[in-house]
């Protein structure tokens, strides 16, 4: 699991508004938060990714803990360092059956989460969240805009399959309050350790 470094500490981008969904691929990749331990996954959802529990309810079609579908994220307690894939309805007969509480919830067998117990955990626990298809691009934006932790490496092989005009138009790139120019920022986050976290924040411009 990524640890937090002291630099760089956070990066803000200036992207047109058009093109933040470039950065989707990022939240399917998967994203880091902190949330206090022994929390369930509802609680999780509600109050650390700050979905309405509307959202939880209806929106939120499919989730995975850990590779495991999950039909009550309320008796789902995460593990420090689980991953956490969320997804709208999914289409097809496959994605019925993944579908939490469905009607053929059955047919999934081994893959569906067993409810564990409340854990007793103190203190605090990180989890990596990914989010798919039109989840991530209803929520992509409101994510990327107040901040994701990602891992440097991802976020460097991401940009630098980029064109700089796209997030660096105005070369607008600050780390840490720092400006760099985008070929020194994707030489810095390549001096980085392959398991750091970064800060990215998205600041969007008309155009």
Request: charged share 20%.
């Amino acid at each position: 699991m990524p640890n937090s470094i002291p630099f760089p500490q956070s990066l803000e981008l200036r992207v047109a508004a058009r093109m933040v969904p470039r950065f989707f691929t990022l939240l399917r990749q998967g994203f880091w938060i902190r949330v206090e331990a022994g929390a369930s996954l509802q609680y999780v959802l509600t109050h650390f990714l700050g979905f309405p529990s509307s959202v939880v309810q209806d929106r939120i079609q499919t989730i995975f803990l850990d590779g495991n579908a999950v039909d009550d994220p309320e008796s789902a307690y995460p593990d420090p360092g689980a991953t956490v894939a969320l997804s709208a309805a999914a289409p097809g007969l496959a994605g019925a059956g993944l579908r939490k509480g469905g009607a053929l919830a059955g047919l999934r067998g081994s893959i569906t989460f067993s409810a564990s117990p409340a854990g007793h955990q103190d203190g605090a626990m990180d989890l990596r969240i990914r989010l798919y298809n039109l989840l991530a691009e209803e929520w992509g934006e409101v994510f990327l805009t107040e901040g994701i932790k990602v891992e440097a490496e991802e976020l460097r092989a991401v940009l630098a399959d980029m064109s700089a005009e796209v997030w660096a138009p105005e070369g607008a790139v600050r780390v840490g309050g720092e400006r760099l120019g985008p070929e020194a920022l994707l030489q810095r986050l390549g001096e980085l350790s392959s398991d750091a976290l970064v800060l990215l924040r998205l600041t969007t411009v008309s155009g």
